[in-house]
């Protein structure tokens, strides 16, 4: 059950990540006018209120992956389903 728990808490992560990526993208990215230089405005992740930052996600995901690599075992599972390739 700590197996697929485990499982399951990264794909959330994965999920997560992803979202974040999304609305640090969306919002927080600035370009200077004329140059068109990118730069990142932190305030909307790093120093927002949130409870994490982007590296404690990092660190996080990064624990639950060696944990499952730590097992032995594969670290996903056999589709489940008629006809869907095993490679």
Same mark, same amino acid.
């Given at each position: 059950a700590l &197996? #697929?728990?485990q499982q399951i808490a990264l794909?959330?992560?994965?999920v997560a990540?992803?979202?974040?990526?999304?609305v640090w993208?969306?919002?927080? &990215? #600035?370009?200077?006018k004329g140059t068109g230089?990118?730069?990142y405005d932190t305030?909307?992740?790093d120093e927002s209120a949130w409870p994490i930052t982007i590296q404690d996600m990092n660190i996080e995901m990064t624990l639950v992956q060696r944990s499952l690599a730590a097992s032995g075992?594969?670290?996903?599972?056999?589709?489940?389903?008629p006809g869907a390739p095993h490679d």
């Open positions: &197996r #697929r728990a794909r959330f992560q994965h990540n992803v979202w974040v990526t999304h993208e969306k919002f927080a &990215r #600035r370009e200077e230089l990118a730069w305030a909307y992740i075992l594969s670290a996903g599972h056999a589709p489940r389903w």
